[in-house]
């Protein structure tokens, strides 16, 4: 099983501020099979970002997705109000498919 | 606009059963392969169970196989989830959830989700 491994488990930061969320996985994902999800208080996760680097519809070009292998990265240029919220990572390219403990953004 | 309403949860005391229901509506439920997807209490996410369009290919997170068993009406546009012999940890929001279409296991959108609560 791919564990992943988050980091940092909460990032503090101000509306406006560039957002920079890791995800480690102890085995190479593949073929980038790697999202995030975003998920407010009371509500459902929302794709954000598939295969590694591709927007889901509708998301803002504010974030954007990189990496391969087994480190990849989930940045939001430039914080807004609605982005305060919890992300996940997961891994779809292995069985069992696995999602990493989360990243808290909450407003500094 | 894609609609997935969950149905179901409640109270239930450990080793009993609970079905729950995910109504479908603005896509073609039946194209679509279908997930369930947890989550704990101040916890993170876990993959329960999936089922292809047709219901003839469905896997198991190994946490709930031989207990859980999922399902769909195509006519209905409806998913199910059979959940027998329940434990404490099964204690979660039960998300109904949709594959994308061109990745298995990849959840592009989600239902609001349904607490079951596991206890005596």
């Known amino acids: 099983e791919i564990v992943l491994t988050q980091s940092p488990g909460t990032l503090s930061l101000s509306p406006g501020e560039r957002a920079t969320l890791s995800c480690r996985a102890s085995?190479?994902?593949?073929?980038?099979?790697l999202a995030w999800y975003q998920q407010k208080p009371g509500q459902a996760p929302r794709l954000l970002i598939y295969?590694?680097?591709s927007r889901a519809t509708g998301i803002p070009d504010r974030f954007s997705g990189s990496g391969s292998g087994t480190d990849f990265t989930l940045t939001i240029s430039r914080l807004e109000p609605e982005d305060f919220a919890v992300y996940y990572c997961?891994?779809?390219?292995?069985?069992?498919?696995?999602f990493g403990p989360g990243t808290k953004v909450d407003i500094k | 606009e894609v609609q997935l309403v969950e149905s179901g949860g409640g109270l239930v005391q450990p080793g009993g059963s609970l079905r729950l229901s995910c109504a479908a509506s603005?896509?073609?439920?039946?194209?679509?392969?279908m997930n369930w997807v947890r989550q704990a209490p101040g916890k993170g996410l876990e993959w329960v169970s999936y089922i292809s369009s047709s219901g003839s290919t469905i896997y198991y997170a190994d946490s709930v196989k031989g207990r859980f068993t999922i399902s769909r009406d195509n006519a209905k546009n409806s998913l199910y989830l059979q959940m027998n012999s329940l434990r404490a940890e099964d204690t979660a929001v039960y998300y109904c959830a949709r594959d994308h279409p061109n990745q298995l296991l990849l959840f592009d959108y989600w239902g609001q989700g349904t607490l079951v609560t596991v206890s005596s």
């Open positions: 295969g590694a680097s």
């Open positions: 085995q190479s994902v593949s073929s980038s099979y």
């Open positions: 603005g896509f073609t439920f039946s194209s679509y392969e």
């Open positions: 997961q891994q779809y390219g292995s069985s069992p498919i696995t």
